[in-house]
C-alpha cells in the first residue's frame, strides 16, 4: 500500500513555518517515513510540472504558509487546492495574512515607491519598477504580478484546516499530522489550537490584579518588563486576553508580551477590536489628555 502523499508551500513569508518543520529534529524521521513528500521547495528539487502531472487529489494534505501576494502565489494554491483531498493553512501568515498582511495599510504604489525609490540602500536613478514582461537580449522575461493585497490563504481557497503560530511549534506540527494520518481530526473549518485565551495558561497569570488600572503605556523598546508581573498590568499592550493560546508561551518566557500570532479566541471576530474594546476601560485617565 502506497503512502499519502503531503506537499508543503509557501507564498508570502519569513521562511519560519518551514524551519519549524526542521525543528521537530529526530521526529521527522517518523514523519518521513510514514508519508510520501511530492512538493517542498525549501528542501526538495520538484517543479511545477511535477505537481501538474498528480492526479486530482492525490496528495493527501498540503501544509501552505504565507500570505497570497503575487500571482505566482495564486497559481500554486488553486493547483494544490486542486491536487489535494485537504489544504491546512500553515502558520499565522496564511491563516490570517500576518505581517504580509501589515502592507495592506498602504496601496501597492506607495509600496513600490519605498521599495525602489526611497529606501537608503536603493540606487536607481532611472527610477526603473518591476514590468510582470520584459524583453532582454531578444529573449521574454515574465515576472509574477504583485496583487493589490496581500490576502489570506481562505480568501483565495477553500481550507479545511487551520495550523496557527509565528512559526507554529514543532509539537503542534507533529500533532497535526500524527492526527491527519490516524484520521483523528475536529470538525472541518477548525484551527488546530485551543480555545481557551492565552492568559488562562499564561504563568503570570496569578500576578494580574483583581482591577487592572493602567496609569502609562510602556514599550519594550524603551523599558525591561518586570518578569514575574502582568504585562497589561504593566502598560505594556499584551494581546493575550484575546490571543488562542497552544504556543506555549514562548514569548511570554523570553519577557515578551503577547503579540496575537495564534489568532483571535472563537468568541472574538475581530482580534484587535475585541482587545481595543476590552483594554480601553483599563486607562486610568481622568481627562481627555
Known amino acids: 500500500m502506497s503512502k499519502p502523499k503531503v506537499a508543503f508551500y509557501w507564498c508570502a513569508s519569513c521562511g519560519g513555518c518551514e524551519e519549524a518543520v526542521v525543528d521537530l529534529a529526530e521526529d521527522i524521521l517518523g514523519v518521513v517515513e510514514a508519508v510520501d513528500i511530492v512538493l517542498w521547495p525549501v528542501a526538495l528539487d520538484f517543479k511545477l510540472s511535477d505537481v501538474e502531472a498528480l492526479e486530482d487529489g492525490e496528495i493527501a494534505v498540503s501544509f501552505i504558509n504565507g500570505a497570497v501576494r503575487l500571482t505566482e502565489h495564486e497559481e500554486w494554491v ?5 491536487k489535494s483531498q485537504m489544504v491546512v493553512a500553515f ?9 504580509p498582511g ?8 506607495l509600496i513600490f515607491e519605498n521599495k525602489y525609490f526611497r529606501s537608503p540602500t536603493a540606487d536607481n536613478p532611472q527610477r526603473v519598477l518591476p514590468r510582470t514582461v520584459s524583453e532582454v ?11 493589490h493585497d496581500a490576502l489570506p490563504l481562505d480568501e483565495v481557497i477553500e481550507v479545511d484546516y487551520y495550523l496557527p503560530g509565528c512559526a507554529p511549534p514543532p509539537e503542534n506540527i507533529l500533532g497535526a499530522v500524527q492526527a491527519i494520518l ?3 481530526l475536529p470538525p472541518k473549518g477548525s484551527v488546530l489550537a485551543p480555545d481557551k485565551a492565552l492568559c488562562e495558561s499564561c504563568p503570570r497569570n496569578e500576578s494580574k490584579p483583581d482591577v487592572v488600572r493602567i496609569e502609562k503605556l510602556r514599550r519594550v523598546a524603551f523599558e525591561t518588563p518586570d518578569p514575574e508581573k ?4 504593566e502598560g505594556y499592550v499584551c494581546m493575550g486576553p484575546v490571543t488562542r493560546s ?6 511570554i518566557h523570553a519577557n515578551m508580551p503577547c503579540r496575537g500570532c495564534f489568532g483571535p ?8 477590536t475585541k482587545f481595543l474594546s476590552g483594554s480601553a476601560p483599563l486607562f486610568a485617565a481622568d481627562d481627555e489628555e
Open 230 to 233: 502582568c504585562f497589561l498590568a
Open 78 to 82: 488553486k493547483l494544490l487546492r486542486r
Open 246 to 251: 497552544g504556543c506555549g508561551e514562548r514569548c
Open 91 to 99: 502558520g499565522s501568515c496564511a491563516h490570517l495574512g500576518g505581517i
Open 137 to 147: 537580449d531578444g529573449h521574454e522575461l515574465e515576472l509574477p504580478e504583485f496583487l
Open 265 to 272: 479566541t472563537p468568541e472574538a471576530a475581530d482580534q484587535g
Open 182 to 184: 490516524a484520521g483523528e
Open 102 to 109: 501589515l502592507a495592506n495599510a498602504v496601496s501597492r504604489k
